[in-house]
């Protein structure tokens, strides 16, 4: 049961209509920013479904996934994906020209294009390569950048958004749409650093919750098991929903679990609906002892800031005289502006990374689940965590009388 194989054709094309500016109150032709959880089969929308729409409406696709070598500069992997988009197309003009006898062609000085060095000092620069791509394909084009947010890492990347408005709005017209920009990310609030400020790129855009996975997933896997295995007709849609809906929408982790619970290996002697549910329920738990297990192994001060950053979100600032003043209840110590950024380092060094950092040294915390486990914990009144082994004996926060 693949989920590649699960077509989610009708919200691509209509993307793909509102990215050519034909939906009425769409600003979707500046720019398309989908924010969706990791894991709920945003990547797999991109990639099956949105470029085949967009090649279906004869528009270039470009694709690029900034976490696909996280060692890599973004602006680097944002460059050489157009270069690649573009080299073929080179290659037919100057077939085309030297089947019609023109010794030389001279398409703007795209024939001579080293795609290897676009976005490089001596290279093309990226609007220009995104012209050449237009012009050489007499297409549209759209480039598709998924986890987009990372691109804020470096100044490199910073430098290929900005580049990218650019091209944008060269490129096009009111009546005529010519490179769409599609971002994606698993973090809204890291996206929304692209368009929240006067000195971001794409100021003024809004951040669209890509929908995620819902019951006519459910109803196209349930047929598929009414097929394959007669014996369990029916389906007991219903309850695989909610079992879906435990995995936080995650097909990839209830695919896992659905093919354990269908196994004839399985032990489990009930509904397999049922064995769903307690799958589901089993990795709620796992997941919420992963992370209290994550923040357990921290040192006080690393916990202190950690804490502070899922409290304050986007309005977090590691040094201020109340994130200080907060660093210093929690620890019992007086907490210096370089002790707090060693700790904000250590943090970002770990593997797999608790704190994410821009170019511009905004930090937030790298996966966003972590914000739900905290708010859960919080409304429950079972927060901060505390080992049972060592009682971290954190302190109350004292409300700044002054």
């Known amino acids: 049961m693949s989920l590649v194989s699960f077509p989610r054709t009708a919200l691509a094309d209509e993307l793909v209509s ?41 528009i270039v696709p470009v694709y690029v996934d900034l976490w696909a070598d996280l060692a890599r500069d973004p602006g680097a992997l944002i460059a050489e ?3 690649r988009a573009l080299q073929p197309h080179l290659g037919r003009v100057a077939r085309l020209a030297k089947e019609a006898g023109v010794e ?54 910073e430098n290929a958004m900005t580049a990218l ?36 790129p794409f100021y003024g855009s809004q951040i669209q919750r890509m929908p995620l996975l819902d019951q006519a997933f459910i109803d196209f896997i349930a047929e598929r098991i009414e097929t394959q295995r007669p014996d369990l007709r029916p389906v007991d ?11 936080g929408n995650r097909p990839q982790f209830f695919m896992e679990a659905l093919g354990q619970a269908l196994s004839p290996l399985s032990q489990y002697e009930g509904r397999f609906e049922l064995a769903m549910l307690e799958a589901a329920l089993q990795r709620q738990r796992d997941d919420q002892l992963q992370m209290e297990s994550d923040f357990l192994g921290l040192r006080p001060l690393e916990q202190a800031v950690l ?32 002790k707090a ?7 970002r060094e770990r593997m797999p990374a608790l704190v994410w950092k821009s170019a511009r040294g905004e930090y937030a915390v790298e996966d966003a689940a972590m914000h739900r486990w905290f708010e859960e914990r919080k409304a429950a009144g079972d927060w901060p965590p505390r080992s049972p082994q060592n009682d971290l004996s954190f302190g109350e926060v004292v409300a700044d009388k002054n």
């Open 165 to 200: 408005k650019s091209a944008r709005d060269q490129l096009n017209a009111p009546a005529a749409v010519n490179l769409m920009l599609v971002m994606s990310g698993s973090d809204r609030d890291k996206l929304l650093r692209l368009v929240n400020s006067n000195g971001a």
């Open 237 to 247: 849609r219903g309850a695989l929903y909610r079992a879906f809906e435990g995995f």
């Open 307 to 338: 804490w502070r950053m899922l409290e304050q979100g986007p309005r977090f600032r590691p040094y201020d005289a109340e994130a200080l003043k907060f660093y210093r209840a929690q620890t019992g110590e007086t907490v210096s502006s370089a």
């Open 341 to 347: 950024q060693k700790a904000l380092e250590s943090l």
């Open 104 to 157: 030389k062609l001279n398409l703007a000085g795209w024939l001579q294009v080293d795609t290897s060095r676009i976005g490089k000092i001596d290279g093309l620069t990226l609007v220009d390569a995104l012209r050449a791509l237009h012009e050489t394909a007499e297409k549209p084009v759209a480039l598709v950048i998924d986890e987009a947010q990372h691109a804020l890492t470096s100044e490199a990347g």
């Open 18 to 58: 509102t990215l050519q500016g034909k939906a009425v109150f769409s600003d979707a032709h500046n720019g398309l920013f989908l924010a969706a959880p990791r894991r709920t089969g945003k990547t797999t929308f991109l990639r099956g479904d949105l470029l085949p729409a967009l090649e279906r409406a004869g």
């Open 81 to 83: 994906a157009i270069g």
